[in-house]
């Protein structure tokens, strides 16, 4: 009899809880909610970025409870983007779903309730995109995550676990970054600027379009999918990132893309970056906008450095090596993979 109980108890919790919440999907930008973003994906210049791209489409997923009639409390909020990697198929074959990073979260919402809000989430988000891409793939979610137990047990249609590595680094204000590079990075990059090398923090809208040229031919090879130019020509000025090149004999032969998210603490992602693929004369593109990404952050005030990804735990991985050589700490992630055509 008190099994019983139990049971309908927590049935009438859970009924009553679904009752309380509600998810919205919003998916312009004049329906942007107000909150503090945690990092630069939470943020209305992110969705902004994308406008107009015909291949990237970004789509928040928000909790809220209510707490009378009238008003609601956000309690959890998770951005995605749907990025088309297959121009001539469908979406629903040729596109995929990134969800970046654990969700906002309402500081003063326990676990539990966190939990039962993500759970309800997720579903919604599976609903949104199952008719829009192949696969769902939660990334960057930290090794003691809470949400962790729900992908491995509650929904067995989860195909992977992605046991991932990624690379951080902090950084005080003013601190010289190349301390904590190795002897051989240290002596590329004093080579690579005695050999004349520039760094250009302001590029031109034609140093910019050549330095994308070199991304797309990467990302081709990669098979990849990658934002239109545009995307890149307006990052500076909407105040969540910047590009900058590397120019060589008045060549662009390398660059990177940065995001960040400025406030008590400052977080740098390594978005994208690009170069060359042979030394020239003695010269390290790669070195030198490594190391410039890294230095506008300790420049800029400080804060964290976070490499976006350092590839899968149980494989070797030589981008991993080339990242460490310029110090961090090597972190445990995971990332969460459903297939949506089953």
Request: charged residues 25%; proline residues 3%.
């Amino acid at each position: 009899m008190k099994i019983k109980f139990c049971i309908v108890h927590c049935v009438l919790c859970i009924f009553f809880y679904l009752c309380m919440v509600k998810v919205k999907i919003i998916e312009n930008i004049e329906d942007f909610p107000q909150f503090e973003a945690q990092n630069v994906f939470q943020t209305a210049e992110w969705m902004r970025l994308f406008e107009g791209d015909d291949n990237i489409k970004v789509v928040l997923f928000a909790v809220y409870r209510r707490r009378d009639v009238e008003n609601s409390q956000l309690l959890l909020l998770q951005p995605i983007t749907i990025q088309r990697f297959v121009k001539w198929l469908p979406w629903r074959l040729g596109a995929y779903v990134v969800a970046w990073r654990e969700p906002w979260r309402e500081l003063d919402v326990a676990d539990d309730e966190a939990i039962e809000a993500f759970k309800l989430m997720h579903k919604e988000i599976v609903k949104y995109c199952k008719k829009r891409a192949l696969y769902i793939e939660y990334r960057h979610f930290s090794e003691k995550n809470i949400y962790g137990l729900i992908f491995n047990s509650q929904f067995s249609t989860f195909d992977s676990q992605l046991p991932w590595y990624n690379i951080y680094r902090d950084f005080e204000a003013g601190e010289d970054v190349t301390e904590h590079m190795n002897k051989a990075k240290r002596r590329q990059l004093r080579q690579s600027f005695e050999a004349g090398v520039e760094v250009v923090l302001e590029p031109t809208k034609e140093q910019i379009v050549e330095w994308y040229g070199l991304l797309k031919r990467l990302y081709r090879r990669i098979h990849r999918p990658l934002p239109s130019v545009d995307v890149f020509l307006k990052l500076n000025e909407l105040n969540i990132g910047r590009v900058f090149v590397v120019v060589y004999n008045d060549r662009v032969v390398s660059g990177s893309a940065i995001l960040c998210k400025l406030g008590n603490s400052q977080l740098f992602y390594d978005w994208y970056r690009a170069s060359v693929e042979d030394v020239i004369d003695g010269v390290y593109p790669s070195v030198v906008s490594t190391w410039q990404a890294m230095q506008l952050l300790s420049d800029m005030g400080g804060g964290i450095f976070d490499f976006m990804g350092a590839g899968p735990r149980n494989k070797e991985y030589g981008v991993r090596k080339f990242k460490l050589t310029f110090g961090g700490e090597l972190t445990s992630e995971y990332r969460y993979r459903k297939y949506l055509i089953v």
